[in-house]
T-cell receptor
Framework: NAGVMQNPRHLVRRRGQEARLRCSPM?????VYWYRQLPEEGLKFMVY????????ESGMPKERFSAEFPKEGPSILRIQQVVRGDSAAYFCASSPPSTEQYFGPGTRLTVT | AQSVSQHNHHVILSEAASLELGCNYS??????LFWYVQYPGQHLQLLLK??????LVKGIKGFEAEFIKSKFSFNLRKPSVQWSDTAEYFC??????????FGTGTRLKVLA
């Protein structure tokens, strides 16, 4: 059973460009979570999705950030018009309902 | 507000020394607690979890943690650390809507 897959592992964008981060959950997992890890800080919750539904987006910045988990395909975290402050590691996790989460390897976004 | 505090940000130990990493939480509901480890360059892996029952939880690689409800604590312990335990350790509480609230992490360095 493959683990949580994230791609790309490293992403470099210039200021103003768009960043798309992909996450494929573990087989059988219907819940996806996105977290952001800034340098010298712990992981901060961003958004929790189930298929075709956003359940909790209380950690998402109000502008430029969006997430989806379509019926088919991976979950996507989209950051429009990136700024230097968006540079971070973005982790995706998946789980069945109400149990522990399994984390992917992360995408390290660098904005130049 | 829900929060998790890890008081030790950096810990340096010699091999065979005993380890205790502190974790305190603030959460008003039913508590589900976790410790994750992140080895250099790798993704987060679950060390152990507490959902209910015996407050002394045993995890992988010889780690254990004790849930003390009266102290709002879930400290991680290992009797004798190895060089390979060098990593960053994160405590987390599962909040409402199943999202995790993480502590800021503790970087452990074990000297050979």
């Amino acid at each position: 059973n493959a683990g949580v897959m994230q791609n790309p592992r490293h992403l470099v964008r210039r200021r103003g460009q768009e960043a798309r981060l992909r996450c494929s959950p573990m087989k059988g997992h219907s819940h996806v979570y996105w977290y952001r890890q800034l340098p010298e800080e712990g992981l901060k919750f961003m958004v929790y999705l189930q298929k075709e539904n956003i359940i909790d987006e209380s950690g998402m910045p109000k502008e430029r950030f969006s997430a989806e988990f379509p019926k088919e395909g991976p979950s996507i975290l989209r950051i429009q018009q990136v700024v230097r402050g968006d540079s971070a590691a973005y982790f995706c996790a998946s789980s069945p309902p109400s149990t522990e989460q399994y984390f992917g390897p992360g995408t390290r976004l660098t904005v130049t | 507000a829900q929060s998790v505090s890890q008081h030790n940000h950096h810990v340096i130990l010699s091999e065979a020394a005993s380890l205790e990493l502190g974790c305190n939480y603030s959460y008003g509901g039913t508590v589900n607690l976790f410790w994750y480890v992140q080895y250099p360059g790798q993704h987060l892996q679950l060390l152990l979890k507490y959902f209910s029952g015996d407050p002394l939880v045993k995890g992988i690689k010889g780690f254990e943690a004790e849930f003390i409800k009266s102290k709002f604590s879930f400290n991680l312990r290992k009797p004798s650390v190895q060089w390979s335990d060098t990593a960053e350790y994160f405590c987390a509480v599962m909040g409402r809507t199943y999202k995790y609230i993480f502590g800021t992490g503790t970087r452990l360095k074990v000297l050979a």
